[in-house]
């Protein structure tokens, strides 16, 4: 899957930038190249920052989903800004931008929500009725360490694991 959506993304690019220096010539398709990077760099730069400030201001119930979901959008705007290409850095851009985020808002919601599991107060007491029992361990003791206290010095007892039958009285 991987490889596959690297093999996209590679295919995108290269259709974009041979489309592009066809189009206006290889010159200026270098120059948006570099110019969109930049564009992409400071605006991923005051994003952030607004972002980050806007987090430690503290976040309210109502707040919370949306800042989690402008918290993914900014990331991976920052990340498409970064990777090499014009088509990447565009998207990374426009991902970074206020209006587009919040139109891109519901949709990173709507992924989320069908990807993890919603566990409410009836979802929790599932969850943990599902796992009682769960908690045992099967497995050996190699080596037992005791330690006992005899008067004022300690002394330290080692027992090796064997059989927990008592002893049997010799006959």
């Known amino acids: 899957m991987a490889m596959r959506l690297f093999g ?3 295919l995108i690019e290269i259709a974009v930038v041979v489309a ?6 290889l010159g200026w398709t270098l120059l948006a190249v570099l110019a969109t990077f930049v564009l992409g760099v400071a605006v991923a730069g005051s994003q952030l920052r607004r972002h980050l400030s806007r987090l430690r201001g ?9 800042a989690a979901a402008d918290s993914v959008l900014v990331a991976l705007g920052t990340v498409l800004v970064v990777l090499p290409g014009l088509a ?8 970074l931008l206020p209006p587009s ?27 943990r009725s599902t796992m009682r029992g769960t908690d045992y361990i099967d497995g050996e003791v190699v080596d037992v360490v005791e330690v006992e206290q005899l008067g004022g010095e300690i002394a330290r007892v080692e027992r090796t694991p064997g059989p927990t039958r008592p002893p049997q009285p010799e006959a």
């Open 8 to 10: 996209l993304y590679v």
């Open 20 to 25: 592009l220096t066809a189009t206006i010539g």
């Open 58 to 66: 503290g976040l309210t119930a109502s707040t919370v989903q949306g």
């Open 88 to 95: 990447s850095s565009v998207l990374g851009v426009l991902l």
């Open 101 to 127: 985020r919040a139109a891109a808002r519901p949709l990173v919601t709507a992924l989320a929500a069908r990807r993890m599991p919603l566990l409410g107060a009836a979802g929790w007491a599932a969850t």
